[in-house]
């Protein structure tokens, strides 16, 4: 017997293949399931027999269940957006593809969680946050596991101005880092004062900006070392360091690299901009 789903009607037929007497008619019957891939292809399986499986399309979202909510939304460490959802849920399912980009945009941020949870499924977790409708979002930032309310809008834009605020990350909505990613306020002055020195009080001010550097924490300590490196590499070479090296990294950025090296580069990029302004 070979099967169909009628997608007009959504009706599931089914074609005997009797070469024998008596034949018997099938009549069509109605799906009433949810309109998905999944919900379809689990249908036609149990009616049908076989065992078809969907080839899992990739996600940056992190899918959470009731073994892995806590490890991942109450880490310290992180971050975390949550939609509770769920799957018959039409606004759901209008914001999907809005959130899979909201999760690519900040993929490369190890501090950055976007995930989602099948509240309809998971309901028990759904009542302890106080769920009530789809889809809700909430925020549970390093400081406050308890989470809070996502008011702000739901198109892309709000999103990553949200997180970049609340997070300290400087993504665009490409994903690309903007020109302020990698500064380090608190070095602000001391640079400037660097630039404008000459070479012999430039030691002493190096020495400051070491010492500023190691006051550091979090991300930012990494951007304190490139400060740091780029200060000591204008005194060993020159004030034309800053202009060569920004123009060698320029082409780097031109070529096939990696997202991680793509933003390693636009980092030290906005740093030796600092030093030349």
Not at 15 to 36: I, L, N
Not at 79 to 98: M, N, Q, R, T
Request: hydrophobic share 35%; proline share 4%.
């Amino acid at each position: 017997m070979s099967t169909r789903v009628c997608a007009a009607s959504m009706e599931f037929l089914a074609t005997p293949q009797s070469s024998g007497f008596p034949k018997v008619p099938w009549s069509p019957r109605r799906y009433e399931g949810q309109r998905t891939a999944e919900a379809l292809t689990e249908y036609v399986n149990s009616e049908a027999a076989t065992n078809v499986k969907i080839a899992a399309v990739p996600s940056s979202v992190v899918v959470l269940t009731e073994e892995t909510f806590d490890s991942v939304v109450l880490d310290e460490t992180k971050d975390v957006l949550v939609e509770f959802y769920a799957p018959w849920c039409g606004h759901c399912k209008s914001l999907a593809p809005i959130y899979e980009k909201v999760a690519s945009v900040f993929k490369q941020d190890e501090g950055v969680v976007i995930a989602n949870l099948d509240a309809d499924k998971y309901t028990s977790l759904a009542e302890k946050y106080g769920v009530s409708g789809f889809p809700t979002l909430k925020f549970f930032p390093k400081g406050n596991k308890a989470g809070e309310e996502y008011e702000s809008g739901r198109e892309l834009d709000d999103f990553v101005k949200f997180i970049n605020e609340k997070s300290g990350t400087s993504r665009d909505s490409k994903g690309q880092l903007t020109s302020e990613a990698g500064l380090v306020a608190s070095l602000d002055a001391l640079v400037k004062e660097f630039h404008s020195a000459a070479d012999d009080k430039r030691k002493e001010i190096l020495s400051k900006i070491e010492e500023e550097a190691a006051k550091l924490s979090g991300p930012a300590v990494k951007h304190g070392k490139i400060y740091v490196n780029v200060a000591k590499k204008i005194l060993q070479k020159g004030s034309d360091y800053t202009k060569k090296e920004t123009e060698r990294l320029h082409r780097l950025l031109e070529k096939s690299i990696s997202p991680s090296k793509a933003d390693e580069f636009a980092i030290k990029k906005n740093i030796l901009s600092a030093f030349s302004s």
